[in-house]
């Protein structure tokens, strides 16, 4: 308690003592921005910000002292019409100043240079701060360069299964805040979405004040099935009077895959030790790149052949399909059994290893062989049984 208490009561300390270094009384008026530049669509409204930096309250007036011929200059507080406001000691207040040509029929500011003053004084006149502001109306070509995009990276590149991500700086240079509404024009299939700056949240529009600028993040995804290649795109940033766009590229290296297998499915063959035995493999191109160069390799029980026709594969299109026949010839010496032969197909940056069972079986004469072995030996017995069953 004692402790909460020593703190309250320095901290009323120190604002008594903050207050007494104040001046008696001090008066600031001034525009906010003491230069604009409007195009013939938008309207003259500018703020006016009042300070109380003295110690006593003060109540304060404010007279238009300047303004063009046939002009209509209004000072309001949000929509009502006022002639001065009450700004209590160390506290600010803002009024804004608007103005548009006398008579209904001027539908647009007319091109110039406009001043305007106004003068902001104590109720008893002891205090008086003059402000004005320059206004440049530009045609409606010179107002649409006010709004510009800029980007260190107009072109990105990376394979078809990334996404992309713009930085765009959007600067807004009207003179007025403006929200901001985004578009972009894609190729079909493509996503995009908008989002400012280390933020997660998407965005379609953005505030944007006078002379001032904001980052936004553009992300961009391409289809599944993209292939490699360029892609434009155009970012457009529109207020109500003032758009800006932007060109942008995406360039596609692709993504690089393939695939192996025989036509039917069957990794197996039965041959004869020396025999030749002949099988298809058909190779796809899995990827959205095309495969220049297909060769293959053969990992093999020692002194085997693998020979391969034709021995690698041409220019194969995404989704496209060739083959090869691949030809293995088991050694002489080759016991029968069964055997692993891997079949490697590597392309540009991909590869695909198939591996295959060959049996290797008895050859055909050495089972006549056997055959006849086993009818010599069956008449051998019959004719011994014969001889001796006589006896």
């Known amino acids: 308690m004692v402790a909460?208490?020593?703190?309250?009561?320095?901290?009323?300390?120190a604002e008594k003592e903050s207050a007494t270094d104040l001046p008696g009384r001090s008066l600031t008026a001034a525009f906010q921005y003491p230069g604009i530049t409007l195009g013939p669509d938008d309207s003259v409204s500018v703020d006016l910000l009042i300070k109380n930096r003295g110690r006593s309250d003060e109540t304060v007036l404010v007279d238009v002292t300047e303004k063009p011929k046939d002009w209509v200059v209004e000072v309001k507080r949000f929509s009502t019409l006022v002639s001065g406001v009450f700004v209590a000691s160390r506290e600010d207040q803002t009024l804004t100043l608007s103005a548009k040509p006398a008579?209904?029929?001027?539908k647009k500011l007319p091109p110039g240079t406009y001043r305007f003053a106004v003068k902001a004084r104590s109720a008893d006149g002891a205090l008086e701060q003059a402000a004005a502001v320059t206004?440049?109306?530009v045609s409606a070509e010179k107002a649409a360069e006010r709004v510009s995009i800029e980007t260190s990276y107009p072109t990105l590149r990376g394979p078809s299964g990334d996404k992309f991500s713009f930085s765009l700086d959007v600067k807004n240079d009207t003179g007025?805040?403006?929200?901001?509404n985004f578009r972009a024009t894609t190729p079909p299939g493509w996503e995009t979405s908008f989002k400012p700056a280390y933020e997660s949240k998407q965005i379609s529009s953005l505030q944007i004040t006078a002379n001032s600028s904001k980052t936004v993040e553009m992300e961009v995804t391409p289809p599944y099935n993209a292939q490699a290649g360029e892609y434009d795109f155009r970012v457009e940033a529109a207020a109500p009077r003032a758009k800006a766009e932007k060109d942008l590229k995406v360039v596609l290296t692709g993504?690089?895959?393939?695939?192996?297998?025989?036509?039917?499915?069957?990794?197996?063959?039965?041959?004869e030790r020396g025999q030749k035995a002949s099988i298809t493999l058909v190779v796809q191109n899995s990827g959205s790149a095309p495969q220049r160069e297909v060769k293959f390799d053969a990992f093999k029980p020692e002194n085997w052949k693998v020979e391969f026709k034709p021995e690698k594969l041409e220019n194969i299109e995404p989704g496209a399909f060739k083959q090869t026949e691949i030809t293995i010839i088991p050694a002489p010496q080759a016991l029968v059994g069964d055997y692993s032969v891997s079949i490697q197909a590597?392309?540009?940056?991909?590869?695909?290893?198939?591996?295959?069972?060959?049996?290797?079986k008895a050859a055909s004469a050495w089972g006549w062989i056997g055959v006849g072995i086993i009818v010599a030996v069956i008449m051998g017995l019959a004719i011994i049984f014969r001889v001796f069953g006589r006896r």
């Open 135 to 137: 206004v440049t109306v």
């Open 346 to 360: 590597e392309g540009e940056k991909a590869n695909q290893e198939t591996e295959f069972r060959v049996t290797v």
């Open 255 to 271: 993504t690089y895959g393939l695939k192996a297998g025989t036509p039917s499915g069957v990794l197996s063959l039965v041959t």
């Open 176 to 180: 007025q805040d403006a929200v901001f």
């Open 4 to 13: 909460g208490a020593a703190g309250l009561w320095s901290g009323r300390a």
């Open 103 to 106: 008579g209904k029929e001027v």
